[in-house]
């Protein structure tokens, strides 16, 4: 039998026809397989993909079921190189295989290099190429895809997949400025991967990278297909700016100039019914960031130091996500308002409202919805800065130092939520306020304190609106204040004090000092929002200093206060009352205040002071009833005082407020500019007292100003084109009594809102008025005096003769008595008696008289004998028959009768030349001699004048003889 089979030939044996499979097994492996793939490859990727494509060498070990291909290089239709690695290396796991498992104990990827271009289109490099050498062949007809049942997953095992040394670049093309990213190094190592159920199987990972040297990422965990789990840690470390700035480009409306940003986190997600997924411990951190408006800025608007965020944490099923403290370091911001209003943060967006607005998204509450909170949020060490371009001369505004600190916020926004705020301007002062806050509704409770703020850094504010330059002052502010916005309108409240020190404000352009003070104290202050209503309880004011200047062009510094305004003014805003605000004022208290005026409209200047001002005043209120009070006392000059008081009442209301102001001791001489210009004579003595009461109802003034000039002296003379052309000697002399005092009242009333309306002007116009009307009318001065004697004051000026008598009688001696008064209470009046006679009517007078000597008329004779002896002689001169003729033309009337008579008979008598003269020289020296003999005025007050021949006469038919006075 062995020789027997020893016997059969070799190719009928078994084995070796084994043998010759395992050959024919291990040439196709080792030299078939290898052959072919190194020329398919090639073929392959030309026909579907459109790349050319060079191996170096594959070789296959059947029996150990390894596949390995070296030098693989591949170029797409540009030349440009789109794929290429050193080796890729597959083992397969082929006992798994016969349990139905594709399995891969080993997928190894040396230094691959991988282009991925993202086209115009958003389309991908691989996906262009493929479409483009495989186009779509159009179906018979549609598969209903909702009837065709999902089938399960292949059954994949992966033992171990590894990518060292990879190089993966990619470019982006769909953004108006291409860029490219190179992550290098790129390994991977995945272990343990399965895509079926299976017990004790976990599957590790770990992926690190580096993006452009700097930035670095490291992903690493755990992953289950099936069912879906995977928990791990996920790190990206220093992306640059650069980097970050091309993704967000589009979406972000800025320049994101610098920066390195690097985010960490654990992670855990489940799939299933409901996909899941939970991030914990999670930091981002961002290094350097700078951002700016535009690319064309200088410097970025924006730069922080550090920002880092640690304790982040979210659910997606349980739609939370948390952050613990959110830490701000070197906040520098930079905001500027142009010249058109425009804010440099806002100008980027102009445009970007385009399209259907979204509806708001509803707040999510306490019952539902998403939740999130932050523990903490701080901002440390830094800056804002505001640049305000509107106004004629931009403000500079920088608040620095800025520690703020956020308490927990949360999606229940009507939780309150605690913060503090302390920062410095770099102008000068600092702020701090502490308290809570919520959101929805908002309300806001704070302690507020604002402590040496310097003014000067709002100027170009103050100066939108005014010429006013401030050169100093400081503004220190604390208390508590509340805002509701539960209900519109908004309601608040503030309370607490304020203090304004060492201001010192002038106009733009001008040296001089306009106001000022040392401290304005306000308290305590209560304002409420809405209703508006403002409440101080003291307010002190120290060493208030006003210096009002009047240019030589007559406009006076205070006038130039606020800018012209285009607004017309009845879209000017009105008083406190129209706008329903409500203010009171319980005490204001003035200490040692000053007022100086200079006049340079007239030469030489004028210069006056009022100082030493201390008073308070009470009750200032716009509501009516209102009562208050006013008692100011101070000084004028180095002599004068002043004592301003009275009552108040409603401000902008119809409530009588009356003030009295008493001036006494203010030398005159002071007064000399005004003297000289409007009178043409200085002051060289005297004193000034003014007695002013002023009643005020609503906008209608009444006045009574009463001036007394006690022992008023002219001195020099002063050649002035304003001066009035009167004897401005001779009005004094009138308006002074014995005692050498001038009492003048001079009421006003008006209405305060006509602009022409100014209390000052009107009275200076009426004295000066009054002194011209005195010196054009000197007796009607002395009307006091002939009042007293029923008399007027130009009564007093004539007196009236008898025609033909040189003496007055009884009725018209009376005023001799008055004018004596009259002389005697003013020394420096001197009085001119000038005899007078009428032609006519004291011609006829000296007639008659010759007549009645001639014939014997006598004054005590009855009529019937006046009447005989005249007709006798009238019958003697011209006969009975001419008498009887005189008498039918008269009439029977006696009076008639013998006025006829006197005239027919007195025709013919002729005057000697002297006759009228002597009459009118005796009647001047009977007045002279009465008043000198009788009245006793002294000598030198009285002066005879020539006599005057043609005297004007009453109504009564009497001679009138007028007086004249004049001043020493």
């Known amino acids: 039998m062995a020789k027997q089979g020893e016997g059969k030939a070799v190719y009928k044996r078994a084995w070796f026809w084994g043998a010759v499979v395992v050959l024919l097994y291990a040439l196709a492996g080792f030299v078939g397989l290898p052959w072919w793939l190194e020329r398919t490859l090639p073929k392959q990727t030309s026909q579907y993909m459109g790349w050319q494509t060079s191996v170096e060498n594959v070789s296959v070990n059947p029996f150990a079921m390894t596949l390995e291909v070296t030098g693989l290089a591949a170029q797409d239709a540009n030349d440009e190189p789109v794929v290429a690695f050193d080796r890729f290396y597959v083992d397969l796991g082929f006992w798994r295989l016969l349990t139905g498992v594709l399995a891969f104990d080993t997928i190894e990827l040396v230094e691959p290099n991988i282009r991925l271009d993202l086209l115009e289109d958003y389309n991908i490099n691989f996906a262009r190429d493929w479409q483009t050498h495989n186009p779509a062949v159009a179906t018979e007809a549609p598969v209903d895809e909702a009837a065709v049942e999902p089938s399960a997953p292949p059954k994949l095992y992966l033992g171990r997949f590894s990518i060292a040394g990879g190089e993966l670049l990619f470019r982006d093309f769909s953004s108006a400025q291409p860029e490219s990213f190179s992550i290098s190094p790129l390994d991977l190592e995945l272990n343990d991967l399965a895509t079926y159920s299976r017990e004790g199987g976990n599957t590790s990972y770990t992926l690190d990278g580096a993006l452009g040297g700097e930035t670095t990422f490291s992903w690493e965990g755990s992953l289950n297909v099936v069912p879906l789990h995977s928990k791990g840690h996920l790190r990206i470390g220093n992306v640059d700016s650069e980097t970050i700035a091309h993704f967000v480009r589009g979406v972000l409306p800025y320049n994101l100039a610098d920066g390195a940003f690097s985010v960490e986190s654990d992670y855990e997600l489940a799939g299933g019914e409901r996909f899941s997924m939970v991030t914990s411990n999670g930091t981002l951190g961002i290094k350097s960031l700078a951002v700016a408006v535009s690319g064309d800025s200088g410097e970025p608007e924006l730069s922080i130091g550090d920002i880092s965020v640690d304790g982040v944490s979210s659910s997606l099923v349980e739609q939370f996500a948390s952050v613990g403290t959110v830490s701000v370091d070197g906040l520098q911001l930079s905001a500027v308002k142009a010249a058109d209003g425009q804010l440099n943060w806002l100008a980027p967006l102009a445009g970007s409202g385009e399209g259907e607005a979204q509806e708001p998204a509803e707040t999510a ?371 002074r009594d014995r005692d050498g005092i001038i009492e003048v009242d001079l009421p006003v009333e008006g209405n305060l809102d006509d602009p022409e309306f100014r209390v000052g002007r009107i009275v200076t116009r009426a004295f000066v008025n009054l002194l011209v009307k005195a010196a054009a009318s000197p007796f009607s001065m002395l009307g006091s005096v002939a009042e007293l004697a029923g008399l007027s004051g130009e009564e007093l000026g004539t007196v009236y003769f008898d025609p033909g008598s040189p003496a007055l009688d009884g009725d018209e001696a009376q005023k001799l008595d008055v004018l004596a008064q009259a002389l005697k209470d003013r020394s420096n009046l001197l009085l001119n008696v000038r005899g007078a006679v009428s032609q006519e009517l004291d011609g006829l007078a000296l007639k008659q008289q010759r007549l009645a000597r001639r014939i014997g008329l006598a004054d005590d004779l009855s009529t019937e004998q006046r009447l005989e002896r005249l007709e006798q002689a009238y019958r003697r001169d011209n006969g009975n028959e001419a008498l009887e003729v005189l008498r039918g033309e008269q009439g029977g009337d006696p009076q008639t009768w013998e006025i006829a008579l006197l005239k027919a008979l007195t025709a013919d008598i002729t005057l000697p030349p002297e006759a009228l003269g002597n009459l009118a020289v005796a009647r001047g020296q009977w007045l002279q001699r009465q008043l000198l003999d009788q009245y006793e005025i002294p000598s030198g007050q009285l002066f005879l004048r020539d006599p005057q021949l043609n005297a004007s006469n009453n109504d009564d038919r009497q001679v009138a003889v007028e007086f004249t006075l004049d001043v020493r």
Do not use: C
């Open 365 to 735: 509450g306490t019952d539902g919805g998403f939740r999130w909170s932050v523990d903490e949020i701080k901002l440390s060490n830094s800056q804002v800065q505001w640049r305000d371009e509107q106004l004629d001369t931009p403000a500079n505004l920088a608040l620095q130092g800025i520690e703020l600190t956020i308490g927990k916020l949360s999606q229940q926004l009507e939780e309150p939520v605690p913060y503090e705020l302390a920062a410095a301007l770099a102008g000068g002062g600092n702020l701090h306020a502490r308290g809570q806050a919520t959101l929805v509704p908002f309300t806001l409770e704070t302690g507020l304190s604002a402590s040496a703020v310097a003014l000067a850094q709002f100027e170009p504010y103050v100066q939108s609106a005014t010429n006013l330059a401030i050169r100093d002052g400081s503004l220190t502010v604390d208390g508590n204040l509340d805002l509701d916005g539960q209900k519109d309108p908004m309601t608040g409240t503030f309370s607490g004090n304020g203090e304004l020190k060492t201001l010192d404000l002038g106009l733009v352009g001008d040296e001089e000092p306009l106001l000022g003070w040392q401290t304005l104290q306000l308290a305590p202050i209560e304002y409420n929002l809405a209703p508006a209503r403002l409440e101080i309880g003291t307010v002190t004011l120290a060493t208030p200093r006003i210096n009002v200047t009047r240019s030589a062009d007559g406009q006076e510094n205070v006038t130039q206060i606020a800018k012209a305004s285009d607004q017309p003014e009845s879209q000017a805003g009105g008083d406190a009352a129209d706008a329903g605000m409500i203010f009171r004022i319980g005490e204001l208290v003035l200490q040692d205040g000053g007022l100086s005026y200079t006049d340079r409209s007239i030469s030489p200047t004028f210069v006056t002071r009022m100082h030493e001002l201390n008073g308070t005043v009470a009750g200032l209120s716009n509501i009516a009833p209102q009562q208050g009070s006013v008692a100011i006392q101070g000084r004028v000059g180095e002599l004068g005082r002043v004592d301003f008081s009275g009552s108040l009442g409603a401000i902008g209301g119809e409530d009588t407020t009356r003030l009295k102001l008493d001036l006494t001791q203010l030398s005159l001489p002071t007064l000399s500019p005004y003297s000289g210009r409007y009178l043409g004579y200085n002051l060289d003595s005297g004193k000034l007292k003014l007695d002013l009461t002023y009643e005020i109802a609503g906008s209608h003034l009444k006045a009574d100003n009463l001036v007394i000039l006690d022992q008023l002296e002219l001195g020099e003379e002063v050649d002035s084109e304003d001066a009035v052309n009167a004897p401005i000697e001779l009005g004094l002399a009138l308006l």
